[in-house]
């Protein structure tokens, strides 16, 4: 056996009949799996603790526990609220299907079952239980690391300064009017940090809002929203101003309106612009250009950076940083993930990718024009 291969999937199978029981334990057994079965949902309520199961297979008509009564129980518990449950019966009623759903199955199998059909199931929903256990463990490390720096940073600097301004206060003493200037400039600028922060977590958690509604089948409110070209060109060089790389930047845009989620364009291309020249040397150049294609509004941000690797740009979700091993970062890492959501649920699209025969990426936003629904 290979000490380095990943140990096996654990299935904790409830099933009744023991002939159905035995044919699911070597049908799973021969596929890979560690299975552990029990009679009864009571007897695998007893045995959860012990198994620790990475995923639950449970039939629904039971003695002593039926698969309902069991699935409450397990969804009950926090330790088990994402553990993947999938609930078996004889009985094609959709009725039963709904109720298990309700409760919060994954899936559901009808008796009797093909084993590739079960196996493609349990592949399915382990597989999609792995991405989100790698999702929470991005938000547990946000939570524990990179959140708290982020805070930490600008309210040390307004502490600090306050600190500084009672000091002198304290000693009867004034501020000059170069240190007053440096003092608020300061301050200023740690209370934008603060503040930008704060819009990108209220926009990332109404988006999600947003992004569990269309997955329910639900439209997102949808708003016109003015694009001004010259008030497009004041945001982007006000960002160039603060890396210190105004004659790095060129901008083309015209005005129009597009149909975007409410309040969320501007903070969007904001990140855009910014990763431009966050991830790209002073002397190289940043592109902002806004054009219209068909019935679509394009941004596209051009930089001459390091870029990101296919398999990077494959994996971005909200609070990932690339690199912040090897390159200093500030920020939460989620402003590439806010732009897709934000074009998801706008109805639009967000593409990441290399340029042409040079070093960089291009970032490019599309979304739906206003007038495309009437005159």
Same mark, same amino acid.
Not at 192 to 200: I, M, V
Not at 310 to 327: L, P, S, T, V, Y
Not at 342 to 353: K, Q, T
């Given at each position: 056996?290979?000490?380095?291969?990943?140990?096996?999937?654990?299935?904790?199978?409830?099933?009744?009949?023991?002939?159905?029981?035995?044919?699911?334990?070597?049908?799973?057994?021969?596929?890979?799996?560690?299975?552990?079965?029990?009679?009864?949902?009571?007897?695998?309520?007893?045995?959860?603790?012990?198994?620790?199961?990475?995923?639950?297979?449970?039939?629904?008509?039971?003695?002593?526990?039926?698969?309902?009564?069991?699935?409450?129980?397990?969804?009950?518990?926090?330790?088990?609220?994402?553990?993947?449950?999938?609930?078996?019966?004889?009985?094609? &009623?959709?009725?039963?299907?709904?109720?298990?759903?309700?409760?919060?199955?994954?899936?559901? *199998?009808?008796?009797?079952?093909?084993? =590739?059909?079960?196996?493609?199931?349990?592949?399915?929903?382990? @597989?999609?239980?792995?991405?989100?256990?790698?999702?929470?463990?991005?938000?547990?490390?946000?939570?524990?690391?990179?959140?708290?720096?982020?805070?930490?940073?600008?309210?040390?600097?307004?502490?600090?300064?306050?600190?500084?301004?009672?000091?002198?206060?304290?000693?009867?003493?004034?501020?000059?009017?170069?240190?007053?200037?440096?003092?608020?400039?300061?301050?200023?600028?740690?209370?934008? =940090?603060?503040?930008?922060?704060?819009?990108?977590?209220?926009?990332?958690?109404?988006?999600?809002?947003?992004?569990?509604?269309?997955?329910?089948?639900?439209?997102?409110?949808?708003?016109?929203?003015?694009?001004?070209?010259?008030?497009?060109?004041? =945001?982007? =060089?006000?960002? @160039?101003?603060?890396?210190?790389?105004?004659?790095?930047?060129? *901008?083309?845009?015209?005005?129009?309106?597009?149909?975007?989620?409410?309040?969320?364009?501007?903070?969007?291309?904001?990140?855009?612009?910014?990763?431009?020249?966050?991830?790209?040397?002073?002397?190289?150049?940043?592109?902002?250009?806004?054009?219209?294609? &068909?019935? +679509?509004?394009?941004?596209?941000?051009?930089?001459?950076?390091?870029?990101?690797?296919?398999?990077?740009?494959?994996?971005?979700?909200?609070?990932?940083?690339?690199? +912040?091993?090897?390159?200093?970062?500030?920020?939460?890492?989620?402003?590439?993930?806010?732009?897709?959501?934000?074009?998801?649920?706008?109805?639009?699209?967000?593409?990441?990718?290399?340029?042409?025969?040079?070093?960089?990426?291009?970032?490019?936003?599309?979304?739906?024009?206003?007038?495309?629904?009437?005159?």
């Amino acid at each position: 056996m290979n000490p380095s291969a990943p140990a096996p999937s654990t299935i904790l199978l409830a099933e009744d009949d023991d002939l159905v029981r035995l044919i699911a334990e070597e049908t799973l057994t021969d596929a890979g799996y560690r299975v552990v079965s029990v009679p009864d949902g009571a007897a695998a309520l007893e045995a959860l603790p012990r198994v620790r199961p990475d995923l639950i297979l449970s039939d629904v008509r039971m003695p002593r526990c039926d698969g309902f009564e069991f699935l409450q129980q397990v969804r009950s518990d926090p330790a088990n609220v994402t553990t993947p449950f999938i609930l078996v019966s004889a009985k094609a &009623d959709t009725a039963d299907q709904r109720m298990g759903m309700s409760l919060g199955a994954d899936d559901y *199998v009808t008796k009797p079952f093909q084993s =590739r059909d079960l196996l493609k199931t349990i592949a399915v929903r382990l @597989a999609r239980a792995s991405l989100l256990g790698e999702r929470v463990q991005r938000q547990q490390r946000f939570l524990t690391r990179v959140l708290p720096h982020e805070l930490r940073t600008p309210l040390t600097g307004i502490i600090g300064y306050a600190e500084l301004m009672q000091h002198v206060a304290a000693d009867g003493g004034t501020l000059t009017n170069e240190e007053l200037a440096d003092y608020a400039g300061n301050l200023g600028r740690s209370g934008q =940090r603060l503040l930008r922060l704060a819009e990108d977590l209220s926009l990332w958690a109404w988006l999600e809002n947003a992004e569990g509604g269309r997955r329910r089948g639900e439209t997102p409110e949808l708003g016109a929203t003015p694009i001004r070209a010259a008030v497009l060109q004041v =945001r982007c =060089r006000d960002i @160039a101003d603060r890396f210190g790389r105004a004659e790095d930047l060129g *901008v083309q845009a015209e005005d129009t309106t597009v149909l975007a989620a409410v309040d969320g364009l501007e903070c969007v291309l904001g990140h855009l612009v910014e990763n431009a020249f966050k991830f790209s040397l002073p002397g190289s150049l940043v592109r902002v250009a806004v054009r219209r294609q &068909d019935d +679509r509004w394009v941004f596209e941000v051009r930089d001459h950076g390091r870029g990101l690797a296919a398999a990077e740009i494959a994996q971005i979700g909200a609070m990932q940083q690339f690199g +912040r091993e090897r390159f200093e970062q500030q920020g939460l890492g989620m402003g590439l993930a806010l732009a897709g959501s934000f074009a998801r649920v706008s109805g639009g699209e967000f593409v990441l990718g290399g340029n042409t025969g040079e070093p960089g990426l291009t970032a490019r936003l599309t979304l739906p024009l206003a007038n495309r629904l009437g005159p």
